[in-house]
C-alpha cells in the first residue's frame, strides 16, 4: 500500500500521525488503517483491500513522500 495523494501541493510529504490497526489485523477494504496529516487537515486513510496487515514500514510520527510504500498487505 502506497501513500496516497492527499495534499494540494506537489512535492509536500504528509506525515502518519497514527495507526488504527496493528500488524497481524484482519483488515477490510474501506476500514480506516491510519490517520494522515495534510497541510490543512488530519485525514483516515481506508485499506485498499481484504486480507491481513503484514508490515507497517512507515512509523507514527514519520513523513514521506506521496507514493511512497507504507505498508504491506497480505490479500485474501
Request: charged letters at 25%; one cysteine or more.
Amino acid at each position: 500500500m502506497k501513500m496516497p495523494d492527499l495534499a494540494t501541493n506537489e512535492g509536500v510529504e504528509l506525515g502518519i500521525t497514527r495507526w488504527l490497526v496493528t500488524e497481524g489485523d484482519a483488515v477490510k477494504r474501506g476500514q480506516a488503517l491510519l490517520e494522515v496529516e495534510t497541510d490543512k487537515a488530519v485525514q483516515e486513510v481506508e485499506c485498499i483491500a481484504n486480507g491481513t496487515l503484514k508490515t507497517i514500514h512507515v512509523q507514527s510520527g514519520q513523513k514521506v513522500a506521496v507514493g511512497t510504500i507504507i505498508a504491506t498487505i497480505k490479500v485474501s
